[in-house]
T-cell receptor
């Protein structure tokens, strides 16, 4: 059974720091991995999608990497800003059906 | 561009009352549609998904049901709400299997 874990559950850093959020999954037979952002009381915003054949994807200050063999993905945020404060979720898609398997998220607080 | 709408934004209902939440997508045709529930402090749980009109797949047995009367309309219903139905309900769509998922703003349901 596929399980997705995100560590840490919460992270607080001062503005301007570069930081890394981690996502691990137990079964390497994934089709893709997505990173999302959720602001309090809001829906989810898709940040990056990495296909299983890819190693990384970049969007602005965000860079997501994928290592299928080790069951890990990282989301790197450069030069963090208070506006980056949110909960970050990762989810993997299984090869067999439409279901996404979700991590519980990392709550990120960027202090001004 | 594509837009996804959900209503109502918030809802407070007594135990035993019926429920109807609506989700519509604009700017795309034949999307895959999804209903998720997010309980407080927990991850997302896939409730239903639909790959076409009248085609509904249920992931979790419960007192909820879903319908897709039109291509871009997805409805979540219940005949009698339970306290455990409280949560944040999110609708999502994607254009193809394994594609990037996009989420609506969500409905906060409180069952009293």
């Amino acid at each position: 059974k596929q399980e997705v874990t995100q560590i840490p559950a919460a992270l607080s850093v001062p503005e301007g720091e570069n930081l890394v959020l981690n996502c691990s999954f137990t079964d390497s037979a994934i089709y893709n991995l997505q990173w999302f952002r959720q602001d309090p009381g809001k829906g989810l915003t898709s940040l990056l999608l990495i296909q299983s054949s890819q190693r990384e994807q970049t969007s602005g200050r965000l860079n997501a990497s994928l290592d299928k063999s080790s069951g890990r993905s990282t989301l790197y945020i450069a030069a963090s800003q208070p506006g980056d404060s949110a909960t970050y979720l990762c989810a993997v898609s299984l090869d067999s059906n439409y279901q996404l398997i979700w991590g519980a998220g990392t709550k990120l607080i960027i202090k001004p | 561009s594509q837009t996804i709408h959900q209503w109502p934004a918030t809802l407070v209902q007594p135990v035993g009352s019926p429920l109807s939440l609506e989700c519509t997508v604009e700017g795309t045709s034949n999307p895959n549609l999804y209903w998720y529930r997010q309980a407080a402090g927990r991850g997302l749980q896939l409730l239903f998904y639909s790959v076409g009109i009248g085609q509904i797949s249920s992931e979790v047995p419960q007192n909820l049901s879903a319908s897709r009367p039109q291509d871009r309309q997805f409805i979540l219903s219940s005949k009698k709400l339970l306290l455990s139905d409280s949560g944040f309900y999110l609708c999502a769509w994607d254009g193809a299997k394994y594609a990037e998922q996009y989420f609506g703003p969500g409905t906060r349901l409180t069952v009293t």
